[in-house]
């Protein structure tokens, strides 16, 4: 079973105060009560002292003598002055335990003018104490009556003449007592009920905010994080509130970049998927020409000249092409890797430039396409100069691959606003406006049938853009179909 925070601090609240409360008013009463017989008892002293003192006075002045006989014959006058001095009734008792004389004319029973209850019983044991020569009290107690009887040996000279017996009210001292003791459980209760609203406030301020927090963590762990707890509080549970909406918010931000990790590694695991598929299809193309062409030079091919001379070509091509698709996946490989990058040293970008021209002029010659420079001179970036001039030459190749026979390229190179920017324009089929989005991708051709020469493998503008990356620079590609391409690069200055 559940049981509320509120109501355990009840249940032990109540527990408390039941025996709190039993066991204060027990040595209330207690004390009260002992207080009262040490009121009584110096009273008693101080009465029995000036009693004495008059009886003895009284007694010499009316020639009375110290002797149990002459006392017993002048007792109605010894009693008259004594009632008259305590303004009491007294009870005068023989040594033997006779009574003597009730002033009262009473049987010396005290209770006999307080009460007509006869159940009552006055068990006279201050009496019987007396008549063992101590001076002794009894307290008696009827309907919150409280009456005292006194009693004690009247001794002079060491002879004991009497014992002499009188009753006190004292309810008003009782009364007393027991209304301070009223007045204690009174305050008692109230403080009682002031601590139980206290408690049951507190306990609403502390378990309210609980209770909120336990139904939004609740729904945390369902996986809605849009919830914030609010406590009004300036207090350690405000606090825990405040907090706890923080470490929500940080466990949201972590869960978000956790599944846009898990989404990304998807991606890449499907790409990682597609791209070791286009490996080996691309792999299995040239690979089953040159078996093909090897299995017919086999067959007959030594004995014919043409079909020896077609074959052998033909594997050479496809094995070349093979070679270079293994080329571009290693350069792409150390380019994920990062290890070509980290040797970087400055690169004079007009040198470079113009040594590929050089270079990509034999090409561009074959099918009569003329190359125009526009070069700007002490353009320096910081890089790797291998990945850089692979870079470019991957971007004139294609310039050369997809430009029309007796086109121009034209190669620009200049710096603007701490930027290197090399601009290679072609005139030549162009790219399509919807495949544009796809020409970084490896292994995309756009048309596949449409390819001029054997050499292209959809890695070129891959490459390119991952180098250009490498080198905090950016490509952007305008082309038009029909009419020609214009690549744009921007890299760094030193
Ligand atoms: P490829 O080895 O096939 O040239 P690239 O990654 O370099 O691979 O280029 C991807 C595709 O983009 C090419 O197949 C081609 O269709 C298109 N392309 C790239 N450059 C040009 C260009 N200058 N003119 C026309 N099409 C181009």
Do not use: W
Request: charged share 30%; proline share 1%; net charge positive.
């Amino acid at each position: 079973m559940k049981f509320s925070i509120r109501y355990k601090f009840m249940v032990g609240l109540i527990i408390i105060f039941c025996i709190g409360f039993n066991v204060i008013s027990f040595f209330m009463n207690k004390i009260i009560v002992d207080n009262s017989k040490r009121i009584i008892s110096k009273e008693f002293a101080t009465n029995k002292k000036d009693l004495d003192l008059y009886l003895r006075q009284f007694m010499m002045m009316n020639n009375i003598k110290n002797n149990e006989k002459d006392f017993e014959e002048h007792i109605n006058e010894i009693s008259e002055a004594l009632s008259l001095k305590l303004d009491d009734r007294v009870t005068f008792y023989k040594n033997n335990g006779q009574l003597l004389l009730d002033t009262a004319y009473a049987d010396g029973d005290v209770l006999t003018f307080y009460t007509v209850d006869k159940n009552i019983i006055d068990n006279k044991e201050d009496l019987k104490a007396a008549f063992t020569g101590k001076s002794a009290f009894s307290i008696i107690n009827y309907e919150n009556n409280y009456i005292v009887a006194f009693a004690f040996p009247i001794n002079m000279d060491g002879k004991n003449l009497c014992i002499i017996r009188y009753s006190k009210d004292y309810s008003y001292l009782f009364q007393l007592n027991r209304n301070l003791l009223g007045i204690t459980k009174k305050m008692i209760l109230i403080i009682f009920m002031l601590t139980c609203i206290f408690t049951i406030l507190l306990s609403t301020k502390i378990t309210i905010p609980i209770v909120k927090l336990s139904k939004i963590t609740k729904e945390i762990s369902k996986g809605n994080f849009n919830l914030d707890v609010n406590i009004n509080s300036s207090d350690e549970i405000g606090e825990l509130g405040e907090n706890f909406n923080l470490m929500k918010e940080k466990i949201k931000e972590q869960i978000e970049i956790i599944n846009k990790d898990r989404d990304n590694l998807k991606i890449i695991e499907s790409h990682r998927k597609t791209f070791f598929d286009n490996v080996t299809h691309e792999m299995k193309t040239p690979l089953t020409i040159i078996s093909g062409y090897a299995q017919m030079i086999l067959d007959d091919g030594y004995e014919d000249k043409k079909i020896l001379n077609k074959g052998a070509t033909k594997i050479k091509i496809e094995s070349n092409r093979m070679h270079k698709m293994v080329l571009d996946l290693l350069t792409m490989s150390k380019l994920e890797s990062y290890v070509e990058i980290n040797r970087k040293e400055k690169i004079d970008m007009e040198e470079v430039v113009n040594a590929i021209c050089e270079d990509m002029m034999i090409k561009a010659n074959k099918y009569n396409i003329k190359i125009k420079k526009c070069i700007g001179k002490e353009i320096f970036i910081y890089g790797n100069k291998e990945e850089i001039r692979r870079m470019i030459i991957n971007i004139m190749d294609n310039s050369i691959k997809y430009g029309n026979i007796m086109s121009t390229i034209n190669i620009g190179l200049y710096s603007e606003e701490n930027f290197c920017f090399l601009t290679v324009e072609d005139e030549g089929k162009g790219i399509p406006e919807g495949k544009m989005h796809k020409i970084y991708e490896p292994f995309y051709r756009v048309d596949k049938r449409g390819e001029r020469e054997k050499g292209s493998n959809g890695l070129g503008l891959t490459i390119v853009k991952s180098i250009i990356e490498n080198h905090e620079g950016k490509i952007k590609i305008e082309s038009r179909e029909g009419i020609g391409t214009k690549v744009y690069i921007s890299i760094p200055l030193v």
